[in-house]
C-alpha cells in the first residue's frame, strides 16, 4: 500500500478480528517497521515482545479485555527503556510512541488492524502485570500494547479537524 493511502486508511480498531492467522514473516515486517522509527540520539530505548502463542495470548487478554484482544492472532507489546539519552534529558516517549506510530502504518499496509492501547494498561497495575506475565526486567516499562489482525468489520479513522485549523504557513493562525 501506498505511503499516504496507508496513512488515511490507519485507524484505531477495537472490533473482532477474523480466524486468519498472521505469518511471522509479517509480523516481523512489522516490528521491523517499528525497530526503524527515529529515537533521540538515535538510544533506540524501545523493544519489543511479539506475542502470537496462544496460550499467552489468553493470558494477556485476562489482563487486557475487549473484542480486539479477545480475538488477535497476535498481539505486540512494545517495552521503553527511560534512560536519559541527551543531557538530563529522556526521549523514551518519543521514541516509543515514533516506532508505534511506524507499526500502525505497517499494519494498514499488510491489510490488518490494530488499536493503539496505552492509557488502559496504566490503570489498576495491568502494565506491572504484563511485565511479569513476559519476564520483562524491572529497568523496562510496558508502555503499549497492539493487538493483531484481520478486521471482521470495515471501520475508518476518527474524523480529524481541517487543515486550516490546525496548521498554518509562516505564523500561528496566519
Ligand atoms: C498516546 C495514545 C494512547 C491511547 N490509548 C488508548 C487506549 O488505552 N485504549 C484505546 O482504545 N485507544 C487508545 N488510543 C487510540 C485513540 O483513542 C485514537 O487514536 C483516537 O481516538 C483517534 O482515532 P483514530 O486512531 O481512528 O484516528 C490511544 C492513542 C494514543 C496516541
Not at 533521540?40 to 475487549?66: H, M, P, R, W, Y
Not at 511506524?102 to 496505552?118: E, F, M, S
Request: proline share 3%; net charge positive; glycine share 4%.
Amino acid at each position: 500500500m501506498e505511503l499516504f493511502n496507508a496513512i488515511a486508511k490507519r485507524h484505531s480498531y477495537r472490533g473482532s478480528f477474523k480466524d486468519i492467522a498472521i505469518t511471522k514473516q509479517d509480523l516481523q515486517k512489522i516490528v521491523q517497521a517499528g525497530i526503524d522509527a527515529p529515537s533521540g540520539c538515535n538510544a533506540q530505548t524501545t523493544s519489543f515482545i511479539i506475542v502470537d502463542d496462544e496460550k499467552i495470548l489468553d493470558k494477556l487478554n485476562e489482563i487486557v479485555s475487549g473484542k480486539a484482544m479477545n480475538t488477535a492472532k497476535a498481539v505486540i507489546v512494545v517495552l521503553s527503556y527511560p534512560i536519559e539519552a541527551y543531557y538530563d534529558m529522556s526521549f523514551a516517549k518519543e521514541d516509543y510512541s515514533a516506532a508505534v506510530e511506524n507499526i500502525l502504518l505497517a499494519v494498514t499496509a499488510l491489510g490488518y488492524a490494530t488499536v493503539w492501547i496505552d492509557g488502559q494498561i496504566r490503570r489498576e497495575e495491568k502494565a506491572e502485570k504484563i511485565a511479569r506475565l513476559l519476564d520483562v526486567p524491572n529497568n523496562l516499562i510496558v508502555r503499549v500494547v497492539l493487538p493483531i489482525g484481520v478486521p471482521k468489520v470495515k471501520k475508518e479513522q476518527k474524523a480529524k479537524l481541517p487543515f486550516n485549523e490546525r496548521a498554518w504557513f509562516n505564523g500561528y493562525k496566519k
